[in-house]
């Protein structure tokens, strides 16, 4: 913070000691002039009592006669001051004396900022990436002018981050590890890197298990889900069984699963939550198509499933036509299914009253359409779903228009109308083979009609 000068546990002409102090200089024509600035630091675990702030507004005045300066002074307390210390400095600072106090969050928070280090709220987000640990508490370490973020975990585990979240690389660790492992009694270390990888093996198992059983319309055993993942062991997979069966997603009969069956409304509450967990994390091609092609989805989507969608969105009204639209634009798009069966904050926020659902009914379900057949669209133009939209679902093209206008302050500038025909074609063997995204021109063919012709 450009100060210079700077000295620790000086012992000034009357005896007393400084914690810290420097000079802070000003340039004047022709010279520099210096401020003194002196610092007392107070980590103690109980708020600081009125004799310590007293001894330090001595050593201030004490200081100011050997200057024949002002004194510009601050007092750190970690933990804070009690009443008496608050008032008393509450009052200095509307006289003439240059005084500041700060609090351990304080000069955390200014720490944060000098060093480029990230809050402790931006940390317990990074934490929830790598584990699933429960934190009891999350402290900033500031070691030879770099500074790290200890997490302790429940269980007296700890694991250390670097400033900006990430954890900290081998040297840094085996510089700190020793000095942090003084202070935590039977403290031992959590490796996030493992930790992440451990849960995302654990996650992506759990999707595979409700990929594999959503696709069956009997119960399978474990033994047929591991053939087609021999990746897994049997006891992490029966583990993984059991938390899904915990949570009910599942059901067991005779050591055979298959995906728990209810009678409405729980079974397209549970039906929901499968999806959106299969679906919140990366997820093949092949492995959307299974899904969407599978006994779950299709034995679940009806009209029935569309009246669930409607209580998800805030009791949204949906006129039959509507409804008929809604259902078949989930039935072919992965993103508009997960999308109706997560309630969309921009209409259930305001769906709190029967008058506001009466008044924004109309605008609500256009917005909510309109979200579906975007989604279905940016579904309809990834390429890694080519081959799920032409065999799955004999998806061949989408044709979309809209009308622009661009309008300044004085009037129309500029209007057309625009129509857009984008396809899905199958390349020959010779050229590769595969599917590929297509332009047409307005006056192409309906897909329909060309499939004629290829016939003839």
């Not at 006669?65 to 004194?71: G, H, N, P, V, Y």
């Not at 279905?376 to 080519?386: A, G, R, T």
Request: glycine letters at 6%; hydrophobic letters at 35%; a negative charge.
């Amino acid at each position: 913070m450009n100060y210079v000068n700077i000295a620790r546990n000086r012992i000034s002409g009357g005896g007393e000691e400084l914690d810290l102090s420097a000079d802070f200089p000003l340039p004047t024509p022709g010279s520099t002039s210096n401020v003194r600035f002196i610092v007392e630091c107070k980590a103690y675990r109980n708020p600081v009592q009125t004799d310590a702030w007293m001894k330090f507004l001595g050593k201030i005045f004490v200081e100011q006669i050997r200057q024949r300066q002002e004194i510009h002074a601050l007092f750190i307390a970690l933990s804070g001051v009690n009443g008496n210390v608050s008032g008393s400095y509450n009052e200095l600072r509307t006289s003439q004396v240059r005084i500041q106090l700060l609090s351990g969050p304080e000069l955390t928070k200014i720490v944060c900022e000098l060093l480029g280090a990230k809050t402790a709220e931006d940390i317990t987000a990074a934490i929830s990436r790598f584990t699933q640990r429960t934190h009891t508490s999350i402290e900033l370490v500031y070691y030879e002018m770099t500074a790290y973020w200890l997490v302790v975990f429940e269980g007296q585990r700890y694991t250390v981050l670097g400033a900006a979240g990430e954890p900290t690389t081998q040297d840094h660790l085996d510089r700190i590890r020793p000095l942090l492992e003084r202070r935590i009694e039977d403290a031992k270390f959590v490796d996030l890197h493992e930790e992440a990888r451990a849960y995302s093996r654990k996650k992506r198992l759990s999707q595979l298990i409700l990929i594999y059983f959503s696709t069956l319309s009997t119960p399978a055993s474990l033994d047929s889900f591991l053939s087609k993942h021999v990746e897994y062991e049997v006891a992490e997979a029966s583990s993984e069984l059991g938390d899904l069966l915990s949570k009910n997603l599942l059901q067991e009969s005779e050591n055979n699963y298959q995906i728990r069956s209810d009678t409405a409304p729980q079974r397209y509450d549970n039906f929901a939550k499968i999806i959106t967990y299969i679906f919140s994390s990366p997820i093949a091609a092949q492995e959307i198509a299974q899904v969407m092609m599978g006994d779950l989805v299709r034995s679940s989507l009806n009209l029935d499933l569309v009246h669930h969608i409607s209580t998800i969105q805030g009791n949204l009204a949906f006129p039959p036509e509507d409804g008929a639209d809604a259902l078949s634009i989930i039935t072919i798009s992965p993103s508009a299914l997960l999308h109706a069966l997560t309630p969309y904050p921009m209409i259930i926020n305001h769906r709190t009253s029967e008058e506001e659902r009466r008044e924004h009914n109309e605008f609500d379900i256009s917005l909510f359409m309109r979200t579906l057949y975007e989604l279905l669209i940016q579904d309809f133009n990834n390429p890694e779903l080519k081959q799920y939209f032409f065999e799955s679902q004999n998806l061949r093209e989408l044709e979309s228009s809209m009308t622009v206008t661009v309008k300044s302050g004085s009037g129309v500038i500029a209007q057309r109308n625009i129509t857009s025909r984008i396809g899905i074609g199958a390349l020959a063997d010779r050229h590769g083979g595969g599917y590929i995204h297509l332009v047409a021109p307005s006056h192409a063919p309906q897909p329909w009609d060309q499939k004629n012709r290829s016939s003839e």
